[in-house]
């Protein structure tokens, strides 16, 4: 990736439902490691938005890549292992698990796929970086609803 190609590049796109407009020529780009929010009302798009680019979705019309790569209509499974990953409104944690074993399981079948010490390392740094670094070997059953939540983040 060259310093100015933005890590993920949506340009223009589209998604129709039989004639319904659901997202409307958007276009945005993200460097990597920035942030941005998605914000609307109720029937906006935002969603919609989200499964287009993590492939749940395919766009009408206009494209989105990934350092460089199309990945418009591609699967969610080949995009996912490129490296995007989401996470669902409804929690989605591995119940009979730990949180490292939680946040593991991202690491054994997600796009870089780890073992061992280099999954457990990786794994401990994640519930770090989200704040929970400190429950690494708690029940996931045992966690508050957005601490899961943060559970789930750290896994994709």
Do not use: C
């Amino acid at each position: 990736m060259s310093a100015a190609e933005p890590a993920l590049s949506v340009d223009g796109v589209t998604k129709a439902f039989s004639g319904l407009v659901a997202v409307d020529a958007m276009s945005f780009e993200l460097a990597e490691n920035e942030v941005m929010g998605l914000i609307g009302p109720n029937g906006s798009g935002k969603t919609t938005m989200i499964n287009l680019i993590s492939g749940a979705l395919k766009p009408s019309a206009g494209g989105i890549r990934l350092y460089g790569d199309d990945i418009a209509g591609a699967s969610a499974t080949a995009i996912a292992r490129k490296g995007i990953a989401r996470t669902f409104q409804i929690v989605r944690v591995l119940p009979s698990l730990t949180v490292i074993e939680n946040v593991a399981a991202g690491g054994v079948f997600g796009h870089r796929r780890r073992w061992g010490a280099e999954l457990e390392a990786e794994a401990r740094a994640l519930l770090d970086r989200v704040g929970l670094e400190a429950a690494g070997n708690a029940p996931v059953s045992a966690l508050t609803y957005i601490d899961q939540k943060r559970v789930e983040l750290a896994r994709a």
